[in-house]
């Protein structure tokens, strides 16, 4: 609860005995602490009674035990959003990722998992056709979607949490490949990473992929990139599939002929023009590295069939996990 919660492994009085760091509740482990910066807390409720009925609803979504497959209710139809005009012109500027997810699912039945945490990247549970599932999504209105070693926990930790209680997965591409930099490399975001990827191998739900936009390196395996035996996996005609973006590959394995150019830019230019139709989601299809190519309208339709068939071949009852439950 806001203004009055606090988790610490010692409080005040503690801190300063031992380190002799006078402190605050709320700055040593107060919302500020735990709902952006550690991400322990998952939402912050202002008053008692919201953060009952937050805990209600996100148990709304599990089923009773890991012995149960997770509870149906009435369906209901995804907002009225034109999915087809929600991607900008260009290929650079961000949108709010949570207006596709808001016309994919349900109506009013997406809850958000860590909101103030990690805002590169979006998770979630909602349903579709009254079936709890679980969102992850790149938000490309922070850091352009890429995947910090922040975001890759978050990441981890909800796939765990959906394979766990056996809800499918859906994720929404739209990543420009894991965070780089020096301070990147020193939280060890490779590493985090990797570990988003190890949930992913063993996740034992149905796993439904959407490429959006970006599906860029390492990133995109992350983000369940093709090969993860994944339900369905269908690409929007605005993706964009390569090891790195074209630009940066370009300019690097380019870079003395780029140089000694009289015009370096034209020619960099030039250089990306060739490769520019190996990288779009119809090369992708004829490549049989996604299902199909379908307009954003579709999207919805297309991972309701695929989720109703997942379903259909269920062919024993459910228990916990091989590998692990929910790991902190």
Known sequence: RAGTGMMAAGGPPVVKAATGVEVTKEALGGVEIHAVHSGIVDRVAQTDEEAIELARRFLSYLPGNAWSYTPQVAARDAEPIDLNTVMPSAPRR????????????DADSFFEIKPDHARMLVTGLARVDGHPVGLIANQSMVYAGALTAAAARKARRFIDLCSAYHLPLITLQDVPGVMTGPQAEKEGTLREGLAV????AWADVPLVTVILRKAFGFGACA????????SLVV????????S???????AAAFK??????DDPVAKQREIE???????????????????DVIEPNETRRRIQRALELSRSRRSQQPGPTARYGVMP
């Open 94 to 105: 961000p949108f709010d990722v949570k207006k596709v997810i808001r016309g994919i699912v």
């Open 197 to 200: 990827t190890y949930a992913l």
């Open 223 to 230: 983000m369940g990139g093709w090969g993860g035996e994944q």
């Open 235 to 242: 690409a929007w005609p605005t993706a964009d599939f390569a």
């Open 244 to 250: 790195l973006p074209v630009s940066g590959g370009v």
């Open 256 to 261: 003395d002929e780029i140089q000694r150019a």
């Open 273 to 291: 023009a060739q490769f520019k139709d190996g990288t779009d989601p119809f090369n992708a299809a004829a490549r049989f590295t996604v299902h």
